[in-house]
């Protein structure tokens, strides 16, 4: 099959850490790239933002990046893309003028526009799946007024879900967002993200740590990941005997050096100084991929306490190294962390219970070992890439029916 992957802010080439640059990198980099070992050619379109990037870059035999311009060739935070999606959906457009591709994978709400755009305008429709990793929704609920998205999102993002040919759900939670956004379920498969199994795995080195219990936190430095909670969580720890226990935060837009002018960072740190905890937090800032390994085994427990998750790679990265997550049971974490089997649940926006959670976990390692060991064996069955691009290629292969059936449909009423 020849599969052209969308992802208007996300390169599966960028650096990941930063505000905009996480999971959807993570996933459109590994299921194109399993997808290009079933056989399949993909072909990547991301918007160009850094002039020195080339117009394309080959990966494997059958993957490549097309890097497209869109608007100024530097990075533009995400909610004030909207503007570029046309030029995006022309550069992906003359890119299929000699071959257009058989399927077209749509991630993100303003990828879906440029693609069904794209699609419009080769004349054949390509058939668009579409992935949200996120839904305008969901964070409207939790952030309010602190919502950066674009207005049009309202409207513009049901309006891509109604129009794509297929919608790919990455957790049941969200098939139920979707349903209440009024998109038909028929329509919709699931198939989560996964977790790359050659680099995260139980054994290997762990890097030393300083106290004798690490909790550790990895994700992108904004609020909505609630690294915070587990901040309020160290003196109730304290309370309950574990007081040498020290907070890792990975993430953030740069290395520790450049961490003092990022406001998040700055928040947590001024909220650690106000609760006395500062000499048990390290925030370590973006840590390349090959090095987080490393640095989760050297962890007593993950903790992955958001107020939302879409779906949420770490936890999976965490199981994957045999190492316990303690998880606010929202979103795709309910999904991957099962309660008291892989790890420990806790309610949504909640110190104390993950300061009981965490402590729980700290008291005993045969339960630490017990959890981990079933995480490993979880991830490994479920979650592997391979395992994603095969329900992925489903989803596809669904696609390509319902829109053959759907162009069958007029030819045969007009023969009666
Ligand atoms: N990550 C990384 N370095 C960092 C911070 C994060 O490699 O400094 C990776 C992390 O290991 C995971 C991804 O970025 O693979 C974050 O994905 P997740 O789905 O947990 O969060 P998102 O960013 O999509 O909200």
Redesign the pocket.
Known sequence: MRISMVSEHASPLA???GVD???????VAALSTALARLGHHVTVYTRKDDAGLPPRVRILPRLEVVHVAAGPARHVPKDELLPYMDRLADGIADDWATTPPDIVHAHFWMSGLAALDASRRTGTNVPVVQTF??LGTVKRRHQGTEDTSPQQRRWLEPAVGRSADRIIATCSDEVFELRAMGIDTTKISIAP?GVDLDLFRPSGAAEHRPRSHRILT???L?PR?GVDLVIRALPLLREAGFADVELLI???GGGAAVLGADPEARRLHELARELGVQEQVTL??????ED?PGILRSADAVV?T?WY???????L?AMACGVPVVAAAVGGLTDTVVDRATGLHVPSRDPAAIARAVGELLASRELRQELGRAGQQRARSRYSWDRVAAETEKAYQLALAETADARLEPMEGAAL
Do not use: D, S, T, Y
């Not at 640059?21 to 996933?27: D, L, R, S, Y």
């Not at 998750?309 to 936890?315: A, Q, R, T």
């Open positions: 650096a990941l850490g640059a996480g999971g959807q990198n993570v996933h990793h996120a993200c990895v994700g992108r904004v990941k990975v993430g953030g370590r800032g973006q840590v390349p991929r987080m992955c958001p998750e879409p779906f949420g790679i770490v936890p990265e």
